[in-house]
């Protein structure tokens, strides 16, 4: 009897360890360590499934997340300067800069290190692939722009073959 319990333990051991392993995310791995400010707020859609998973993404890398919905999101991208080419679904607001959209949280740390003189990252439209719009496995390329506050953009990441 003791034999099968061990059994039944290791199986269940292992179907958590694969279980887990199947949830895992390209994203989930850390590889910029960051240790200042982590408060973010994130606003977003009541009903933004994707906007969510990019809130998790954002907690797996020990952000502390202000999870505000709201139905005007329109409104609230003009306030933060949220030019309307580099729009998303959700927009964010850390330590005074402007996150928007599927923007990765080594990206965030990076921008958070660095301090540039700029008004936010973005990640425009919802790229397959990118944190929070994972689909299998596929993984559309593509850029996290920088923008200023006159809203005129440039490369600051790029993500090919990730």
């Given amino acids: ?13 292992v179907l958590l360890t694969m279980s887990s392993h199947a949830e895992e995310s390209v994203w989930d791995k850390a590889q910029v360590s ?5 408060n973010i707020t994130v ?3 009541p009903t933004c499934g994707c906007c969510k998973k990019w809130v998790e993404h954002l907690e797996k890398h020990r952000f502390t997340v202000k999870d505000i919905t709201s139905n005007n999101m329109q409104t609230l991208k003009q306030q933060y300067g949220v030019p309307r080419e580099l ?3 959700h ?3 850390i330590d ?21 003189e700029i008004a936010g990252l ?23 722009l920088q923008f200023n506050k006159e809203g005129q ?9 990730y």
């Fill in 34 to 38: 960051y240790f200042g400010p982590s």
């Fill in 43 to 45: 606003y977003r859609s």
């Fill in 91 to 93: 927009t964010a607001i």
């Fill in 122 to 144: 973005t990640v425009p439209a919802m790229p397959v692939g990118t944190p929070g719009m994972e689909m299998g496995g596929r993984k559309d390329p593509f850029y996290v």
């Fill in 153 to 161: 953009s440039k490369p600051f990441n790029a993500y090919r073959d």
């Fill in 87 to 89: 729009a998303s679904c």
């Fill in 96 to 116: 005074g800069y402007v996150i928007e959209g599927h923007v990765p949280a080594d990206d965030i740390k990076r921008l958070l290190i660095e301090k540039p």
């Fill in 1 to 13: 009897m003791r034999l099968i319990y061990q059994l039944s333990l290791g199986l269940l051991l």
